[in-house]
């Protein structure tokens, strides 16, 4: 294992994103934003976090756990800025820098190769939930961004206990937990949302939907395939069964 907490974790961000890196490039490069967006899926939780991150032209944002590069690459083309993806998995982090033409760097949200204050706004989405040391993650994204700058999550947040069977590797905070962890770390907590992960545009749902079937059509055989089906699987049905909700938050350095 590399720097993340499970191997099912691995196969779900490494192989598959290597995998759909390549089902992009089979299927042309309208795809790129729809595949690429792992965990964050829904056009409206990026706008409505891109609406509140204050970017101007040439504000220096940061991505962290950027996976493939599809938030990141949305945020380029919907706002015109130039997202940095920081991302621990190799295969992702490499597809973002060649399916979108990003800056990208593998490494984990608790260790970032940047200065202090280096930007002005930066998002992190569905990673502090894939992270035990959340405390860590938050400590390096208050440091990397500069005063009164905002950071914008999506997190998974545990409405109560967890019934299982649970996606392997996951610790999905509580929401007051959260709050309590983004305050401590130097933020001001602002405005917050819970995310519809189902409003994004239907051929946005269709594009993602044809590149995990050409990935099924690829790979479906492999049992990396197979076992990040199931961690996707088991993290639908929680937040199907309501067990588990969609949280946006806006966070301000002080
Ligand atoms: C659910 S995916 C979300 C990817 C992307 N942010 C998106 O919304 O499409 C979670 C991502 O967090 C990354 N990740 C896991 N642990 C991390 C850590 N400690 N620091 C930064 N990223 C991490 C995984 O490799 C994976 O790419």
């Known amino acids: 294992m590399s720097e993340l907490e499970s191997e099912a974790m691995e196969a779900e961000f490494g192989d598959v994103a290597g995998w759909t890196e390549e089902a992009v490039r089979a299927l042309g490069a309208g795809h790129a934003i729809p595949a690429g967006c792992r965990g964050s899926g829904s056009e409206g939780a990026l706008r409505w976090l891109a609406d509140r991150l204050a970017l101007r032209p040439g504000s220096r944002v940061l991505d962290a756990g950027a996976g493939v590069g599809g938030p990141a690459g949305w945020l380029a083309a919907d706002r015109g800025v130039r997202p940095v993806c920081a991302e621990p998995m190799h295969t992702a982090a490499r597809a973002a820098a060649r399916l979108f033409g990003l800056p990208s760097v593998t490494a984990v949200a608790q260790r970032l190769p940047f200065r202090d204050a280096a930007f002005d706004a930066e998002w992190c989405l569905g990673v502090l939930c894939t992270t035990a040391d959340k405390p860590g993650a938050l400590a390096e994204l208050r440091r990397v961004l500069a005063d009164g700058g905002r950071l914008g999550l999506l997190v998974f947040v545990a ?28 933020f001001r907590l ?60 806006v966070a301000e350095a002080r």
């Open 159 to 186: 409405v109560g206990p967890l019934p299982p069977p649970l996606p392997e590797g996951n610790e999905f905070p509580g929401e007051r937990e959260l709050a309590e962890l983004v305050t401590a770390a130097g």
């Open 190 to 249: 602002g405005e917050t949302a819970t995310a519809d992960l189902g409003d994004s545009p239907p051929e946005w749902s269709g594009r993602a939907d044809a590149v995990d079937a050409e990935v099924a059509r690829r790979h479906g055989e492999d049992p990396r395939w197979r076992e990040a089906q199931e961690q996707s699987r088991r993290v639908g049905r929680l937040l199907a069964d309501g067990a588990l909700r969609p949280w946006l938050g």
